[in-house]
C-alpha cells in the first residue's frame, strides 16, 4: 500500500537549519517513481516547491528499466542538469524498485 501524508499550514524550520540562498531557493527535489505513482505524489511534490524547491519527477519509463544498476547511471548522467543542493528519493518498494542482494537479503 502506497501511503502519502500532506500537511497544511506553514513549515517550520528544523532547529539550526537555515536557508543561505537567496529568493527561497533550497536546491532540487528529484523523485524517481515508478509510472504508476507518478500522479499520487502530486500533493508532495507541491508541498516541496512550496518549501522552495524545485521538483522534478523521473518516471522509470524515462530511465528505460527499474534496475538498481539504470537508475545509477541516470543518476550519474543528469546530476550535472539540477541545481544543487540534490535531493534523490526513490518512490516504491521492492516490487517496484528492486535493491541490491547483498547476505541473501535485499538491501
Known amino acids: 500500500m502506497f501511503v502519502l501524508i500532506f500537511l497544511f499550514g506553514i513549515v517550520k524550520e528544523p532547529h539550526g537549519v ?6 527561497g531557493f533550497r536546491g532540487t527535489v528529484v523523485y524517481i517513481v515508478p509510472d ?6 502530486t500533493r508532495l511534490k507541491i ?8 521538483v522534478e519527477t523521473v518516471r522509470l519509463s524515462q530511465i528505460g528499466s527499474s534496475s538498481p544498476e539504470s537508475i545509477k547511471d ?17 518512490v516504491g518498494d521492492i516490487d517496484y524498485i528492486p535493491g541490491k542482494v547483498w547476505g541473501g537479503r535485499h538491501i
Open 18 to 23: 537555515e536557508n543561505t540562498l537567496k529568493g
Open 36 to 41: 504508476e505513482f507518478a500522479e499520487a505524489i
Open 74 to 90: 541516470y543518476i550519474n548522467n543528469h546530476i550535472d542538469d539540477w541545481d544543487r543542493p540534490v535531493f534523490i528519493t526513490l
Open 47 to 54: 508541498l516541496r516547491a512550496i518549501e522552495g524547491f524545485n
